[in-house]
């Protein structure tokens, strides 16, 4: 049995369909006594910070520095021998990476010998390390899922492995414990394991899961998550909200984000998927952007390995063969490699550090094009020394982060042509300090209509197959010497292909012709530069590579 991602992720969405008309309501509603702001959550007369902890709604280091997770998902029980996952995680630029663990109800218990093996590597790749037991996951719905109670006395005999490791190792007692099947049931259960943990001496900070298969989409951990939080003694408790197809537009993200914020309550979203399915097709870039405006964590799912490998953010566990969902994750806008901070208990920044750098100078706008602009600006300074710059999109009394930057020039893509922009810089230091924000520049982009002809090369391959389907990827290089802004790829099957799915564009088909769009993050090439579009299609018994590929009307070399 290939167990990975696609098993839960087909049940959890199994009553979806017949209850999303609810969704709206959910995401909007106000639930007294729920999230309110509690006017104070001291800790217990002689509770003290131990590694790891939670301080008014944030997570901090036992330094008292702000910690926010960039990371990945990675599935050792199912593939202990990945053991070099660890290290190209964090070559990658992750922070941290939450790793699947078995308590031995459902799949085979990882050892207290393979536990600390696990720590000891991420510390070793100086990554935060998020451990959770998988076997709870969808119960009362999945038959074979295991009880929390049953997770924490896995916890609790690990005890010995996980003391001392407070800096480093947070505990998620279980993933998605509860399905859609009467998800109040979530909340008492989840307090009994949380009061089980502390009762046992845990100190660590703990994660827990939300129900509907971790996306909440009912509310019950919305509603609860005042009560819950009280019922920690030592109020070192993080929620983790699952995002997929459920979140589907930017409201329901930004509405469940903030509603915690808001209310002082700590979350994270620790999974979450960008490639459209059956169920539908969530909005990971708000996802990200919303996560880094509002400097709350985010673990993407997942690294490799996946039954549907959709999700799959390195084929074949290859750090050099990411798909475009992985380039999406690390390389993206609001990605791992622009907004990844490493934990300063590994020695980085400099916790005696308070003071935030200088205001960076007003941005001025350069090749400006149909959906992207080029910003430079002034230099800021600071005590100790910066270490990058968040670019802002500013209007409506709001901003969010539309770029980040280690120099003081960054491109801004992914806009929409003929539209007026206000854009505004910020500097941080190593520390987490960050600037008072720059003045302001006004862009409007040009009208558009994409670059009319390209000089290109394309590849294609398939990355796997199986019988009546196969997984592909193509990849578009720019070879010409000016940056390719909005595009258009066209070309033709031999032998009745289908495509099903599509990540990285979107897929027009008519007979054997199809015509690829680009993602938002996929639209501009830059000279020299290459993208990447993965699919999912239907296949016969031949399964021969299109022959020819056009990119805005250019017939393209063969990569």
């Not at 593939?79 to 941290?96: M, V």
Request: one cysteine or more.
């Amino acid at each position: 049995m290939r167990r990975t991602r696609s098993t839960t992720r087909t049940t959890r969405k199994s009553h979806v369909s017949a209850l999303l008309a609810g969704l709206a309501a959910f995401l909007g509603l106000t639930v007294a006594g729920a999230l309110v702001p509690a006017t104070a959550h001291a800790e217990p007369s002689g509770a003290r910070a131990t590694g790891l902890h939670i301080d008014d709604g944030r997570l901090l280091e036992g330094n008292g520095n702000d910690f926010v997770m960039r990371g990945v998902n990675h599935a050792h029980t199912w593939y202990p021998g990945e053991t070099q996952s660890l290290a190209d995680i964090k070559a990658l630029g992750a922070n941290t990476v939450r790793v699947v663990l078995s308590d031995g109800h459902r799949w085979t218990r990882n050892s207290p010998e393979d536990v600390a093996a696990v720590i000891t590597q991420c510390k070793a790749n100086r990554l935060i390390c998020v451990l959770e037991v998988h076997d709870t996951t969808g119960y009362g719905e999945e038959a074979a899922a295991g009880t929390l109670d049953h997770a924490a006395d896995y916890w609790i005999s690990l005890k010995n492995v996980l003391a001392g490791q407070e800096n480093y190792v947070i505990v998620n007692i279980g993933n998605e414990p509860w399905g859609n099947t009467d998800p109040a049931g979530w909340t008492a259960p989840t307090t009994a394991a949380i009061k089980k943990l502390r009762t046992a001496g845990f100190e660590h900070t703990i994660m827990v899961d939300a129900p509907n298969w971790g996306q909440d989409w009912q509310g019950v951990m919305r509603a609860n998550a005042r009560s819950v939080y009280d019922a920690d003694p030592t109020g070192n408790l993080i929620f983790s909200i699952h995002m997929y197809s459920v979140y589907d537009t930017a409201q329901e993200i930004t509405d469940y984000l903030n509603a915690f914020v808001t209310a002082g309550l700590p979350i994270l979203i620790g999974e979450f998927g960008g490639p459209a399915d059956q169920y539908g097709d969530p909005d990971e870039d708000t996802m990200m952007a919303a996560a880094q405006q509002l400097r709350l964590g985010y673990l993407a799912w997942s690294w490799s390995g996946n039954t549907d490998p959709v999700l799959d953010l390195a084929i074949g566990f290859d750090p050099s063969r990411l798909s475009s969902w992985g380039q999406r994750i690390f390389n993206g806008a609001n990605g791992i490699v622009q907004t990844s901070k490493e934990a300063t208990v590994f020695g980085g920044g400099d916790p005696g550090d308070i003071q935030a750098p200088t205001a960076p100078g007003t941005p001025a706008a350069s090749a400006v094009g149909a959906t992207s602009v080029t910003l430079t600006w002034g230099a800021a300074t600071d005590n100790v020394g910066v270490t990058g710059y968040d670019v802002v999109r500013v209007g409506g009394g709001a901003e969010s982060t539309v770029a980040a930057s280690a120099t003081t020039t960054a491109t801004v893509t992914g806009l929409t042509a003929d539209t007026a922009y206000t854009f505004a810089v910020y500097a941080r230091d190593a520390a987490g300090n960050r600037s008072a924000r720059s003045t302001t520049v006004n862009v409007t982009t040009d009208e558009g209509g994409g670059t009319p002809g390209a000089s290109c090369s394309v590849g294609y391959r398939v990355a796997n197959e199986w019988p009546g389907g196969f997984q592909g990827e193509i990849t578009i290089r720019n070879t010409g010497p000016a940056a390719i802004s909005g595009w258009k790829l066209v070309f033709a099957f031999a032998n009745g292909q289908t495509v099903s799915n599509m990540w990285g564009g979107t897929p027009t088909q008519s007979g054997a012709t199809v015509s690829v769009a680009p993602a938002s993050y996929t639209s501009d090439i830059p000279a020299g530069g290459s993208v990447s579009v993965g699919f999912t299609a239907a296949r016969g018994a031949a399964n021969t590579a299109p022959a020819a590929f056009a990119l805005n009307g250019t017939t393209c070399a063969a990569a």
